[in-house]
């Protein structure tokens, strides 16, 4: 029987710019299953890295992303997306041949038009997007298990050189994901549609919460608001860079809404049974999904 050890991707030193949440996590999972053998944190806070350090996430911390450059075999930016390119650009001068660079941002069509060209020493950028995530900010909720069985979409361009491609897939598949190679613009499409448009519902449906009914908030409010809680620090470059396709949900979005006031301003029950019972139809299938992975 094969060495299974044998198929999983080789790299010495790992550094995740923006220990947080995600970046965290990929730490945590890519150094419990040994797919490294050093991990280094860069971050704008050398005692918050400390802290991840002494807990075991990360193994070195660095300030300085040019000094962790200089040692990483792959670096993943995990940092909101109006600071990759200039991050990923910056990092790519101090980078030795073959280092391979990506990132977990939201957003890919910017990015990787950005970044297909006029990086130094050979090096390539390839964008990606884990589907995993919670409205949990810091480190310190990150898990190793984050990632088992759910999405990864990686986003090459004709630049992009297969080799680095399967070896980013390689790794992302070694953390427990299933990767699913789109478009940059196919990307970003899909996920204002399934992610920034319901960010931005969320936060619209929490706003039109008057004080005098909080307390009359249960879990069907809780649920369907929790994403609300976001960093705005995060979904606000994610919202401008894709905000032509977020317009373009957002109309979908509120023609829904039209749909089923113009059916309630209309008395017509018949219509609004019919409405109801596609979106429960939607969400059960996607339930169903869930269980099944």
Known sequence: MSDPTLNLPAFETLTIVGVGLLGGSIARAAKQRGLVRRVIGVGRSAARLEQAQQTGLIDDIQTDRLQAAA???????????????????????MCRPGTLITDVGSTKSHLCRELATGLPNGLSFVGSHPLAGSH??????????????????????????????????????????SVLEMSPEAHDSALAQSSHVPHVVASALAQTLAD??????????????????????????????????????????????????????????????????RGKAIREQLQVRRVAE
């Open 71 to 93: 040692q990483s075999d792959l670096m993943i930016f995990a940092t909101p997306v109006d600071l990759i390119v200039p991050g990923v650009r910056e990092a790519a001068t």
């Open 136 to 177: 949990l900010q810091g480190w310190e909720h990150a898990r190793a298990d984050l990632f088992e069985g759910r999405v990864c979409v990686v986003t090459p361009t004709g630049s992009s050189s297969r080799d680095t491609v399967e070896r980013l897939t390689a790794f992302w598949q070694a953390i427990g994901m």
């Open 212 to 277: 005098e009914n909080r307390s009359l908030a249960a879990t069907g409010f809780a649920d369907t608001t929790r994403i609300a809680a976001g960093d705005p620090q995060v979904w606000v470059p994610i919202l401008m860079d894709n905000r032509e396709a977020v317009l373009a949900r957002l109309d979908e979005f509120s023609a829904q809404v039209a749909a089923f006031r113009d059916a309630l301003a209309r008395g017509d029950a018949d219509e609004l049974r019919r409405l109801w019972e």
